[in-house]
């Protein structure tokens, strides 16, 4: 048994995969998941686990270089604010973009956040 960080077996298992450059989309409950890249839905209940978790949770398990947000997250002045704070250089595109890039992913993660915009792409860099 692990000591500690995720201990979700589907999902430690898809991070343990990911290489330099994949994408990993953390998104809320009503993000539209476009077929092809394997999904972990971690969804329980709307608002858990809220996106703020799993997005500091997946932050602590693997090396980001970049990360895409949509530019309508200046709407969700609280997920905007920590998406800023956690990802300082982060991009930002249209939420259709957005949307479009997601197909591109080679994992999503769903949450089971309920607030509009609390989507994030994040590009894996690598620890050395």
Excluded: Y
Aim: charged share 20%.
């Amino acid at each position: 048994m692990k000591r500690g960080g995720i201990i979700n077996a589907r999902l430690a298992g898809e991070l343990a995969g990911l290489g330099h450059t994949d994408l990993v989309v953390v998104c809320d409950a009503g993000f539209p998941i476009p077929p092809g890249p394997s999904v972990v839905d971690l969804a329980f209940r709307f608002g858990v686990p809220s996106f703020g978790t799993v997005l500091f949770g997946l932050l602590e398990e693997i090396v980001v270089e970049g990360a895409t947000a949509a530019e309508e997250i200046k709407e969700n002045p609280d997920a905007g604010n920590l998406l800023q704070e956690v990802l300082p250089d982060l991009g930002l595109v249209s939420h259709h973009d957005l949307k479009r890039m997601s197909a591109g992913a080679k994992l999503v993660v769903r949450t089971g956040e309920a607030t509009p915009f609390s989507n994030v792409i994040l590009r894996c860099g690598v620890a050395f």
